[in-house]
């Protein structure tokens, strides 16, 4: 790892731990100039685990983020989503008085902490909509400049694209804030919170990240046998449910599509809430719901007779090797065992011709000395 790229990643990791930070300091400032109340400065006492966290990973990670896991944005939902919390219901018990009295227009500045105060003065419900809106950018900004790891370039950009569809859905749940039978119901209110919350845990969580395929390996099994053993493999009975995308499948359902969809639904027909921004955001969650089922039935069930296709594919391609393979041992050995039987054969009818050679200059030494007896 040379010097300059250890000097990028750690001033990239720096500067995205000082922007959330910066961000998690004004939400609390916020909090407690709305609300008046010093105390509520506490709720930056992750901010300090953060900073260890940032110290421990480049110490021992050379500022390389999880592969599976972030804390940096971790921590940072445990310091910013409590003091929004706070100040979404510090803007729901003053909703009266800050957008029907005539005191709409009036803007209100942070308050001065130690004489250090910020020029910046804004309308009370302008405030709520900078730190919310400002809060998913800076995640997705975040995310975009942090040092990438094991992740390669194509899975960060799937997950940017992803980290912005699911931004636009958990912005647009605030909208039921809107409706004055939501504000008196002040269970719904926690509920929605509450879905809101849970739902923002995603942006900690590396769903796109997929393990690299195996390497092949030279297998000494039968074809067969190993087909039957991937076979096994692929029909388990688990039926191939521990793959990556299909925990993010389930993890996308439980924490946003599917709450968001009940918690809208309730809306609908609790409340009567018929607003364009309602009615299209349920309609979404209704089709993302069914496209999640579906798809979760297509890698649960259809994909594994696909990939008992391709194991049988593969199973009978190296019988068909294996076969070629016996095939010419066998013939080798037929020819070595003529080749063999060739040699011996010759060679024996060269002794049977030179013992036959032998017996009869015997026969006729014999006949000569008979003759020459009789003579």
């Known amino acids: ?26 939400a609390c400032w916020r909090a407690v100039s709305s ?19 940032f110290m421990v990973t480049m110490t021992y990670r050379k ?5 599976w896991f972030c804390p940096c944005f971790f921590f940072y939902l445990l310091s910013t989503v409590p003091a929004i919390w706070i100040l979404e219901l510090d803007r729901l018990a003053r909703y009266t008085e800050i957008y ?10 942070l308050s001065s902490i130690q004489g250090v105060s910020l020029p910046i003065t804004l309308s009370p419900s302008l405030w709520m909509s900078v730190i919310e809106q400002s809060f998913l950018f800076l995640i997705i900004i975040g995310r975009w400049i942090l040092p990438r790891g094991e992740l390669t370039r194509d899975k960060l950009s799937q997950l940017l694209f992803v980290y912005i569809g699911m931004a636009s859905d958990i912005m647009d749940l605030f909208v039921l804030f809107e409706e004055p039978d939501v504000r008196k119901d002040r269970v719904y209110t926690y509920v929605i919170l509450v879905i809101w919350s849970v739902s923002l845990l995603q942006f900690a969580i590396v769903l796109t990240a997929t393990k690299s395929p195996k390497k092949s390996r030279q297998a000494l099994v039968h074809p067969e046998e190993e087909f039957e053993e991937e076979k096994a493999k692929v029909c388990g009975p688990c ?45 979404k969650n209704i089709f993302v719901v069914m496209l999640l089922v579906y798809r979760l039935s297509v890698l649960c069930c259809f994909e594994n007779e696909a990939e008992t296709e391709k194991a049988a594919h593969r199973a009978m391609k190296k ?55 009789v003579e």
């Open 35 to 53: 609300t008046n109340n010093e105390y509520y400065w506490l709720l930056a006492a992750p901010v300090s685990v953060q900073l260890i966290e």
């Open 63 to 67: 500022g390389v983020e999880g592969y």
């Open 100 to 109: 029907e009295s005539s005191n709409s227009s009036s803007a209100e500045s």
């Open 239 to 283: 039926c191939g449910c521990l793959k990556t995308e299909i925990w993010s499948l389930l993890l996308s359902f439980m924490m946003q599509d599917g709450p968001f969809l009940t918690c809208r639904l309730y809306g609908l027909i609790r409340y009567n809430l018929i607003t364009y921004s309602i009615i299209f955001y349920t309609c």
């Open 319 to 373: 019988a068909a090797v294996v076969r070629s393979m016996s095939t010419r041992a066998a013939n080798a050995r037929i020819a070595s065992v003529e080749e063999d039987y060739a040699n011996g054969g010759s060679r024996r009818q060269g002794a049977r011709r030179s013992k036959g050679r032998s017996m009869n200059g015997a026969t006729a030494n014999k006949g000569q000395t008979r003759i020459v007896e």
């Open 1 to 26: 790892m040379t010097i300059s790229f250890r000097l990028r990643t750690f001033l990239a990791s720096l500067f995205v731990r000082l922007m959330l930070l910066t961000h998690t300091l004004i």
